[in-house]
C-alpha cells in the first residue's frame, strides 16, 4: 500500500521496520477528532496475522498465553497477553477462535520476530511430543475502519447484519465484493470499528472503495496514538513491556478465571502472588487540563 499513501498525500516515517504513513493531507488534531466524530480508515497490515492449526492448537496458545482461549466460542476472539516465565508481558495479541478450525492470531509489528519465535519454539517442542499443531502467516493486509458511523459505511458493502457481529467477534465475507475478508468488530480508538483482512493484491482496491464514501478519511499514525491513549489502551514498549506484569499494567482482566486457578500460564505464581499482595506500581490514566504532557517528563 506504499504507493497508494504516497498517492493520498501521506507523510512516511519508519515504524518498526515499516514504511508507514503518520498523517495525511488534514492536520493531526482533525485526525483526531475526526475519527471520534465520524469514521478513518486506517492501514494496519503491518500488524503481524498468525493462524494456528491442528486438533491441540487451543493447548498450545494456552501454553503462551495467560487467557482462556478453550471458553470462546466460535468466531469469537479476546484481547490476551504472551508473558515470560517472571509474569513480563512479551506482548498484547488478538485471538480469534474461528469456525473455520484455526485461531487467527493478531500480534504487533514491534514484536513480530520474537512473537513468531516464541510461537515456532513452542510448536516444535509440542510437535516433538506429539501434539498436532503447526503454523501459517498471513500475507493479508489489514484495514481497520473506526469510528461512530463505522457500520453505516460499511454495511451498504456487506450481505451480513453488522448489528448481529458483536464486539470481538468475526466473520467471513465479501466486502464491497472483494471476496475472502475476515472481518474482526474491534480497534484501537475507542469507537466502533471492525479490522478487516483482506488478501493483499486487493488491498488497494477495497480501500479506495471504502473512500467513496466522503465521510471516510485516511488517518495514520499519529492519530492512532493519540485515539488509543485518550482511550486508554496500551502501546507495547511504552506503556508495558517484559518487565510490566499484567497486574502492574491495569490487565488483570485478561486472566482467564480458569486459568488463575491452575496456575498454568508462564509467569502465574509472580502474577496470582502481586494480585494478593498489591504491586508497587500500576498503570493508571491521568487528563490534563493544561499544556500536553510529553513522554518521559515527570509529574509529581
Not at 451480513?160 to 464486539?167: Q, T, V
Amino acid at each position: 500500500l506504499y504507493d497508494f499513501h504516497r498517492h493520498h498525500g501521506g507523510k512516511m516515517v519508519d515504524f518498526a521496520g515499516w514504511s508507514l504513513p503518520v498523517q495525511y493531507t488534514h492536520s493531526h488534531l482533525d485526525s483526531h477528532l475526526h475519527t471520534r466524530q465520524h469514521c478513518s480508515l486506517f492501514d494496519v497490515s503491518h500488524m503481524l496475522q498468525t493462524k494456528v492449526f491442528g486438533r491441540d492448537r487451543v493447548k498450545f496458545i494456552e501454553s503462551l498465553v495467560v487467557g482462556d482461549i478453550a471458553e470462546l466460542k466460535p468466531d469469537q476472539g479476546t484481547l490476551s497477553l504472551f508473558t515470560n516465565e517472571k509474569g513480563g508481558i512479551i506482548d498484547d495479541l488478538i485471538v480469534t477462535n474461528t469456525s473455520d478450525q484455526h485461531l487467527y492470531v493478531v500480534s504487533n509489528a514491534g514484536c513480530m520476530d520474537k512473537d513468531f519465535a516464541l510461537m515456532e519454539n513452542k510448536m516444535k517442542e509440542m510437535k516433538a511430543a506429539g501434539h498436532d499443531v503447526h503454523l501459517e502467516v498471513s500475507d493479508n493486509a489489514l484495514l481497520a475502519l473506526q469510528g461512530p458511523i463505522m457500520a453505516r459505511v460499511l454495511q451498504p458493502g456487506v450481505e451480513d447484519d453488522l448489528a448481529k457481529l458483536p464486539f470481538m467477534s468475526s466473520a467471513m465475507m465479501a466486502v464491497f465484493k472483494v471476496q475472502g475478508c475476515r472481518v474482526t468488530r474491534c480497534g484501537y480508538t475507542g469507537e466502533d470499528g471492525v479490522e478487516i483482512s483482506v488478501p493483499a493484491n486487493q488491498a488497494v482496491e477495497l480501500a479506495e472503495l471504502l473512500l467513496r464514501d466522503s465521510s471516510v478519511w485516511l488517518a495514520g499514525l499519529a492519530a492512532r496514538d493519540s485515539l488509543r491513549l485518550e482511550a486508554g489502551l496500551c502501546l507495547y514498549g511504552n506503556d508495558i513491556d517484559e518487565n510490566t506484569t499484567p497486574v502492574e499494567a491495569s490487565l488483570m482482566w485478561t486472566l482467564g478465571k480458569r486459568r488463575r486457578v491452575a496456575m498454568d500460564f508462564p509467569g502465574a505464581s509472580t502474577i496470582l502472588a502481586q494480585i494478593k499482595e498489591k504491586p508497587k506500581k500500576k498503570r493508571v490514566g491521568l487528563t490534563s487540563t493544561g499544556p500536553p504532557i510529553r513522554q518521559h517528563v515527570p509529574i509529581l
